[in-house]
């Protein structure tokens, strides 16, 4: 299933909204509707584009950018993620696992320390 954070959205003249982000998992491609949790919105992806190219679909690994029908920048946002609206779209959920590394700690961890946290696009202190 398609699952792309957003890193920056950008507005091009002559093509409208481009959200722009690295392909975690799935395909995104030209026509099919996209899903932009948390907020819900859909729209139809115009088209494609990696390194001021366009291409027919960005796989995982791909940074890539794409322009979506009927949605402002002021509609999304750094952090969202983007998903195929017709094959399980991205939903919030109540709780997870994950693995996390601790990369720079000041020698002993104590009451009080707070970590300051990096998850794909998210930077939260």
């Known amino acids: 299933a398609l699952r792309l954070p957003i890193q920056d959205v950008y507005k091009i003249g002559g093509i409208g909204t481009v959200p722009v982000g690295r392909v975690e998992t799935g395909v995104i491609k030209p026509g099919m509707t996209a899903s932009f949790a ?13 390194h001021h190219e366009s291409v027919s679909e960005a796989l995982p690994g791909d940074n890539a950018g794409f322009s979506v029908k009927n949605i402002s920048v002021k509609d ?6 983007a998903s195929d609206a017709d094959n399980q779209p991205a939903t919030g959920v109540s709780s997870f696992d994950a693995q ?6 000041p020698g002993e961890v104590s009451n009080g320390y707070t970590p300051i946290i990096d998850c794909h696009t998210a930077h939260v202190a």
Not at 38 to 50: H, N, Q, Y
């Open 38 to 50: 948390p907020v819900g919105l859909e729209a139809e992806v115009k088209s494609v584009e990696m």
């Open 76 to 81: 999304l946002r750094r952090g969202y993620v």
């Open 100 to 105: 996390v590394i601790m990369m720079n700690h």
